[in-house]
Protein backbone atom coordinates (compact mmCIF):
# COMPACT_ATOMS: atom_id res chain seq x y z
CA UNK A 1 0.00 0.00 0.00
CA UNK A 2 2.81 2.23 0.59
CA UNK A 3 3.75 4.11 -1.83
CA UNK A 4 7.66 5.33 -3.16
CA UNK A 5 9.30 8.31 -2.86
CA UNK A 6 9.83 10.90 -5.60
CA UNK A 7 13.51 11.56 -6.36
CA UNK A 8 14.96 14.38 -5.65
CA UNK A 9 14.10 15.53 -2.03
CA UNK A 10 17.38 15.40 0.33
CA UNK A 11 15.69 13.14 3.19
CA UNK A 12 17.49 12.36 6.29
CA UNK A 13 17.13 8.80 7.38
CA UNK A 14 14.70 9.29 10.80
CA UNK A 15 12.18 11.39 8.32
CA UNK A 16 12.62 8.76 6.14
CA UNK A 17 11.71 6.05 8.94
CA UNK A 18 8.62 8.20 10.38
CA UNK A 19 7.46 8.21 6.51
CA UNK A 20 7.49 4.95 6.43
CA UNK A 21 4.93 4.58 9.55
CA UNK A 22 2.84 7.58 8.72
CA UNK A 23 2.04 5.80 5.44
CA UNK A 24 1.15 2.89 6.77
CA UNK A 25 -0.97 4.39 9.28
CA UNK A 26 -2.71 6.47 7.24
CA UNK A 27 -3.23 3.51 4.45
CA UNK A 28 -4.61 1.40 7.77
CA UNK A 29 -6.75 5.11 8.79
CA UNK A 30 -8.23 5.50 6.04
CA UNK A 31 -9.26 1.93 5.19
CA UNK A 32 -10.65 1.78 8.62
CA UNK A 33 -12.85 4.62 7.47
CA UNK A 34 -16.78 4.08 7.34
CA UNK A 35 -17.73 4.09 3.13
CA UNK A 36 -13.78 3.22 2.15
CA UNK A 37 -13.84 -0.28 0.37
CA UNK A 38 -9.93 -0.58 0.32
CA UNK A 39 -7.50 2.01 -0.14
CA UNK A 40 -5.00 1.16 -3.16
CA UNK A 41 -2.64 3.48 -2.90
CA UNK A 42 -0.78 5.66 -0.21
CA UNK A 43 1.69 8.69 -0.55
CA UNK A 44 3.03 10.44 1.99
CA UNK A 45 5.76 13.29 1.48
CA UNK A 46 7.41 14.75 4.57
CA UNK A 47 8.20 18.65 3.83
CA UNK A 48 11.88 19.38 5.35
CA UNK A 49 12.00 22.34 7.66
CA UNK A 50 14.35 24.11 4.49
CA UNK A 51 10.62 24.50 2.70
CA UNK A 52 8.90 25.37 5.49
CA UNK A 53 7.74 28.96 6.95
CA UNK A 54 8.84 28.25 10.38
CA UNK A 55 12.47 27.07 11.49
CA UNK A 56 12.08 23.70 12.75
CA UNK A 57 8.81 23.12 11.97
CA UNK A 58 7.28 20.02 9.61
CA UNK A 59 4.66 19.33 7.37
CA UNK A 60 3.17 16.26 5.37
CA UNK A 61 1.17 16.13 2.31
CA UNK A 62 -0.61 12.71 1.58
CA UNK A 63 -2.18 11.26 -1.61
CA UNK A 64 -4.39 8.52 -1.08
CA UNK A 65 -6.17 6.09 -3.87
CA UNK A 66 -9.63 4.49 -2.49
CA UNK A 67 -12.27 2.84 -3.32
CA UNK A 68 -15.72 3.85 -2.31
CA UNK A 69 -18.68 1.32 -1.04
CA UNK A 70 -21.82 1.87 -3.23
CA UNK A 71 -24.34 4.55 -1.89
CA UNK A 72 -21.62 5.71 0.23
CA UNK A 73 -21.80 9.84 0.02
CA UNK A 74 -18.10 10.36 -1.47
CA UNK A 75 -17.99 13.89 -0.26
CA UNK A 76 -18.53 12.79 3.64
CA UNK A 77 -16.53 10.09 3.20
CA UNK A 78 -13.88 12.27 2.09
CA UNK A 79 -14.49 13.86 5.16
CA UNK A 80 -13.49 11.42 7.77
CA UNK A 81 -10.81 9.99 5.37
CA UNK A 82 -9.14 13.88 5.86
CA UNK A 83 -10.09 14.04 9.97
CA UNK A 84 -8.51 11.03 10.44
CA UNK A 85 -5.52 11.35 8.75
CA UNK A 86 -5.01 14.66 10.21
CA UNK A 87 -5.20 12.78 13.55
CA UNK A 88 -3.14 9.80 12.77
CA UNK A 89 0.00 11.69 11.19
CA UNK A 90 0.04 14.57 13.96
CA UNK A 91 -0.49 11.64 17.02
CA UNK A 92 2.54 9.45 15.57
CA UNK A 93 4.56 12.35 14.77
CA UNK A 94 3.02 15.98 16.03
CA UNK A 95 3.23 17.41 12.66
CA UNK A 96 0.21 19.04 10.54
CA UNK A 97 -1.04 18.05 7.43
CA UNK A 98 -0.55 20.58 4.77
CA UNK A 99 -1.90 18.92 2.30
CA UNK A 100 -4.19 16.16 1.43
CA UNK A 101 -5.06 14.68 -2.06
CA UNK A 102 -7.90 11.62 -2.25
CA UNK A 103 -8.55 9.99 -5.58
CA UNK A 104 -11.74 7.50 -5.99
CA UNK A 105 -10.45 4.94 -8.12
CA UNK A 106 -13.57 2.94 -8.42
CA UNK A 107 -16.73 2.38 -6.60
CA UNK A 108 -17.43 -0.96 -5.06
CA UNK A 109 -20.44 -2.99 -6.37
CA UNK A 110 -21.38 -6.06 -4.12
CA UNK A 111 -22.81 -8.96 -5.58
CA UNK A 112 -25.60 -9.88 -5.56
CA UNK A 113 -25.76 -12.92 -7.81
CA UNK A 114 -25.22 -15.32 -5.64
CA UNK A 115 -27.44 -14.25 -3.01
CA UNK A 116 -30.09 -14.08 -5.64
CA UNK A 117 -29.64 -17.68 -6.49
CA UNK A 118 -29.94 -19.30 -9.76
CA UNK A 119 -32.56 -17.80 -12.11
CA UNK A 120 -35.72 -19.17 -12.81
CA UNK A 121 -37.63 -19.87 -16.13
Request: charged share 30%.
Amino acid sequence: MAGSRKGGDQVGAPEREVQGALEAAVAAAAANTEGIQKVTGCEVEVKSPESLVREGERAVTVRLKMVVEYGANIPEVGKRVAGGVRQTIFRISGWGLSEIVLEVEDVYLPDHTAEEGPEKG
